[in-house]
């Protein structure tokens, strides 16, 4: 089965770059490899982390942590899909 985690995070008004280096850097970091990981951003210093691992919907998978308070307006968003095709 495959499981996709999504981590959304919005960064403090012109500090979108930052979170990008930020979500770039810890990504290299995560311990174990998916099978994909992508990292997309959107206005209002938007950061939406997507990775892709093979395994059961309930395994315990390693996920970005949450960034510096002061380099995020709110705490991260997350979501657990799986693949149903």
């Not at 960064?11 to 970091?29: C, H, M, P, T, Y």
């Not at 938007?46 to 998978?61: H, K």
Request: proline fraction near 7%; charged fraction near 30%.
């Amino acid at each position: 089965m495959t499981v996709a985690l999504m981590w959304e995070a919005r960064a403090v008004a012109g500090r979108g770059g930052e979170l990008l280096d930020w979500v770039r850097e810890r990504s290299k970091q995560l311990p174990g490899q998916p099978l994909r990981l992508e990292i997309l951003r959107a206005p209002q210093d938007r950061v939406l982390v997507i990775t892709w691992w093979d395994a059961a919907y309930d395994a315990e998978l390693p996920e970005l942590p949450e960034p510096d308070g002061e380099l995020v307006t709110r705490a991260v968003h997350r979501w657990r899909f799986e693949s149903v095709s």
